[in-house]
């Protein structure tokens, strides 16, 4: 099967499981104990039936559950993810308020956990069992095991509060705060804008939140990044490359590091996933209004619609992350077969 | 892939750098289109930190309790309280106004000559589509407006109101966000109407202010900022601040360092640890607030539901096990026992003073006479994680369980997810639990609701049946509208309902809340909690 076949049969495959995805999610936000009532309405308002009969029929809380999900599958297929019972916006306008937000922090945090991955994995392949080795390995035990909340809270104290060279929550300073957005995108608007003082200013406000979301990631990408090049660094046809003459960054970098990235390569598309999802306690603490932190409210609010909407958006770029994954697998390694 | 990795490493380090170049100070020099912002900066601005609840901006729909002070300054209203005062309204829209005979209908002369920010004029028949939208959109607020027979509008400025049933606490209910007054036409162009299933101008309201208020809806987004400037042409009022920026900053730490840095003005919620830290810092000031809110331990009258707890013995002798005292300090900031359910500030509250106080001995005794000499067990739901005014559910909890057990009560905590708790406790499932109540109006009646066969009572399966006197009486208050006569039965309800009533009253919370040191004439008051119109920084 080519490249382009197999493609085809991924994106159909893709389709299938977030049709499952949204009967999963229907099915467990409606079955949890809990009442969207009492979650939205005020003490006194749910004591009048006119008050809760009118929000029952305006929200759909009336109809079986089978019709609730069949009217929000064909709406859906219209474009339309409902109401937010909680915002009281349609939850596109509010998914395309929060995805942005979270979009450039989880790519920025993708992007820091890649270079210092791979930089401190080499290192530690090269420099196996040396004083260098154990230092980075404890560097990314750290990242994986501090507790991301924790990190952000002593990040936030110690290089905002104490140090004073990184700012205070939120995208943007005060002074700013009058900025309207266009794409959502707070990088492409004030470009678009040609506002860099607001640019410098976003990218500042971004930068201890990615690191500190990096931090598991990068810890990640650095032990796999050890490993795999260590198997490699020992077969033959490294010794041959070494017996040719080339000099050692050549050896790593062109003939070892290629073939060490594969397995490496899985873990940049599930945790680009994992980051967009994951970000709630992070978010939560730098102010950071993103899906992660609309998710979470929404479940707590048994918000059904907001939901489903953040459900299927995360579900939708995780495929989409893993998909590319495969295929960029096909294109680096040809002896992938599909 | 050599070549992208390079790719990948020089794009990261253009950023990077772009990052570590910039100095937050002189950030906001440098901008190319700068001279309208310094204009701007000469400007008074105070920017609070906050973690709102609000989501809605429009008078029919916002109900949430961090929504009062903005729509106050947004919308203005026929009377209103001043102050900290929450018993007389007084006039604003509305210049003078009668009560019939009968005291069901309301006739308001209004002030000739106010302008709507949008420039139009505010006249008689703008309040009667606004209070009939508030009504029959049905929204979270609407049932302070239900009683609302009918309004009639004689002339451009006079409204008559006539109500279905004697309401003492109507002109205190006017004074309330859903009785903001609309510019009707502005609205009926954005797609208003005065039917749930029409409307269409709530989104438009959530980002626009249509009314007369001394501040204009500049910006909203939510879970990220709202920003508030003044309207230069208002009618009555001029306040000092010219913008205000409420930056959501969800969490409580976060909030404290912010304002100990200088980068918010205001934080709203620190819990008392927080507080305490704060009191040594010259430039924050902290402000103690009362609050109309109370907390309780709520116990089941239904004998299947509420075993032992549901006989008046045991409750009796739940009341005196308490130690109120060990309560207030743990709910810290100064909080203190209210005589019953009648929240200190409102009319007739009684004085803590004269209220029930520990008696280990007493309580024993009771429970002896109820027939449990050796105790017994009882489940009680609470909300882990949440302190609504600084008061952890857990901790008034954990202390009334180690309470109980002096007196061979074994309390076991049963902690629920809010809207599973909620659930259970509005339809009279929980044996005891500890729960609170804020009012939905600056009025003593509100408290009524804890009656028997009111909304609080019937959470405890207390039914008119069971205690018809109390029950009369609080019919009696909910129409007297002689305020002296009006007291009198309200004083008579908390004595009733501190003996006969299901349940035990500990904590009324004070609320904290700091500020930095160069703000001036800060008023926070329980009805409407910050007030924006009097503020101003040196």
Not at chain 1, 4 to 32: C, D, E, K, P
Not at chain 1, 235 to 242: G, I, K, N, S
Not at chain 2, 265 to 290: P, W, Y
Request: hydrophobic share 40%; with cysteine; charged share 20%.
């Amino acid at each position: 099967m080519g490249l382009f076949q197999y493609t085809v049969r991924r994106i159909l495959f893709l389709i299938m499981v977030l049709i499952g995805v949204t009967i999963a999610a229907f099915i467990i936000s409606n079955t949890v104990p809990g009442d969207p009532l009492v979650a939205n309405l005020g003490q006194t308002a749910m004591s009048d039936p006119e008050i809760v009969e009118r929000y029952e029929r305006r929200w759909g809380l009336d109809r079986s559950l089978p019709e609730q999900y069949l009217i929000y599958m064909s709406n859906l297929l219209q474009g339309d993810m409902g109401t937010s019972i909680r915002s009281q916006r349609p939850v596109i306008d509010d998914l395309k308020q929060y995805f942005p937000a979270t979009f450039e922090l989880a790519t920025l945090a993708t992007l820091l956990s890649i270079i210092f991955g791979l930089i401190f994995g080499i290192i530690s392949a090269v420099k196996r069992n040396k004083l260098i080795d154990h230092f980075v390995r404890a560097i990314s035990v750290t990242g994986i095991s501090m507790p991301a909340f924790w990190l952000a809270l002593m990040s936030l104290y110690l290089f905002y509060f104490l140090l004073d060279i990184a700012p205070g929550s939120g995208r943007l300073s005060a002074d700013f705060s009058g900025f309207s957005l266009q794409t959502g995108f707070l990088i492409i608007d004030s470009i678009s804008a040609g506002r860099f003082d607001i640019l410098k200013n976003a990218l500042y406000h971004m930068i201890l939140p990615a690191l500190v979301l990096a931090g598991a990631t990068m810890g990640i990408i650095t032990r796999t990044v050890r490993s795999s090049l260590l198997d490699v660094m020992s077969q033959d046809y490294l010794r041959t490359a070494r017996a040719k003459g080339l000099n050692e960054t050549v050896v790593i970098m062109k003939h070892a590091l290629l073939n060490a990235l594969i397995p490496t390569l899985t873990i940049f598309g599930l945790s680009y996933g994992n980051l967009l999802g994951g970000t709630v306690l992070v978010e939560s603490i730098f102010d950071y209004p993103g899906l992660g932190w609309y998710a979470y409210i929404s479940a707590t609010t048994l918000d059904f619609p907001a939901i489903m909407g953040a459900t299927i958006l995360i579900a939708l770029v995780y495929s989409v992350m893993n998909l590319l994954v495969d295929v960029t697998y096909g294109i680096i390694d040809p002896r992938v077969r599909y | 892939m050599k070549k992208y990795f390079a790719l990948l490493v020089a794009i990261s380090f253009i950023f990077i750098l772009a990052v570590g170049c910039g100095d937050p100070e002189d950030i906001d020099t440098e901008a190319p289109d700068q001279e309208a912002e310094t204009e701007e900066v000469e400007d008074k601005q105070v920017v609070m930190g906050i973690n709102p609840e609000y989501n809605t901006f429009d008078p029919a729909h916002a109900y949430e309790k961090s929504a009062t002070m903005i729509m106050k300054v947004l919308y203005d209203n026929l009377v209103t309280f001043e102050g900290e005062d929450t018993v007389t309204p007084r006039p604003m829209v509305a210049e003078s106004w009668e009560i019939s005979e009968d005291n069901k209908t309301y006739t308001f002369d209004l002030q000739e000559g106010i302008e709507f920010t949008t420039g139009n004029t505010l006249t008689a028949e703008d309040v009667k589509w606004s209070f009939e939208r508030a009504r029959d959109l049905k929204g979270n607020p609407s049932f302070l407006a239900e009683n609302i027979k009918e309004i009639e509008t004689p002339d451009d400025y006079q409204v008559v109101i006539t109500l279905h049933e004697v309401d003492p606490s109507f002109l205190s209910k006017l004074t309330q966000s859903v009785f903001g007054i609309l510019d009707s036409q502005v609205v009926q162009e954005q797609g208003g109407t005065q039917d749930d299933e029409t409307d269409d101008a709530k989104s438009w309201l959530d980002n626009h202010s249509a009314g007369s208020g001394s501040y204009i809806l500049d910006k909203f987004v939510p879970n990220d900022e709202l920003i508030l400037v003044k309207n230069d042409d208002h009618w009555a009022t001029q306040p000092e601040i010219d913008r205000v920026v409420f930056r959501h900053v969800s969490e409580p730490s976060t909030q404290m360092m912010m304002l100990q840095k200088g980068d918010i003005d205001f934080a709203f919620d620190l819990d008392s640890e927080q507080i305490e830290m704060l009191k040594g810092d010259e430039n924050v000031e902290i402000l103690n607030s009362n609050t109309f809110s109370i907390f309780w331990f709520h116990m089941n009258m239904d004998p299947e539901i509420g075993g032992p707890v549901s006989e008046p013995k045991v409750q009796q002798a739940i009341r005196y096990a308490l130690d109120y005292d060990g309560l207030t300090d743990l709910a810290g900031n100064d909080a203190f026992t209210p005589y019953s359910i009648m929240p200190v500030g409102f009319l007739g509250a009684l004085d803590p003073e004269d209220g029930i106080e520990q008696d280990v001995e007493k309580a024993k005794q009771l429970l002896e006479e109820a027939g449990y000499p050796d105790g017994f067990e009882i489940e009680t739901g609470v909300i882990p994680g949440m302190a609504p005014d600084g008061v952890s559910f857990m901790t008034m909890a954990e202390k009334i369980q180690a309470d109980l057990a002096q007196v061979n009560i074994t309390m076991n905590i049963s902690q629920e997810e809010v809207s599973i708790y909620l659930e259970k406790y509005r339809s009279g499932e929980h044996q005891t639990n500890v729960s609170m109540w804020g009012p939905d109006f600056p009025d003593a009646l509100n408290q009524l609701a804890f009656l028997p066969g009111q909304t609080v009572g019937l959470r405890a399966n207390w039914t008119e049946e069971m205690n018809p006197e109390l029950a009369e009486l609080g019919h009696q208050a909910r129409t007297e509208v002689d305020d002296e006569a009006r007291k009198e039965l309200l004083e008579e309800i908390q004595r009733q309902v501190l003996e006969t009533g299901p349940y035990a009253v500990f904590v009324q919370p004070v609320r904290a809340l700091a500020h930095s040191n160069d703000l001036t004439h800060v008023l926070y008051t329980p009805a409407f909690q910050l007030d924006i119109l009097t503020l101003d920084r040196q």
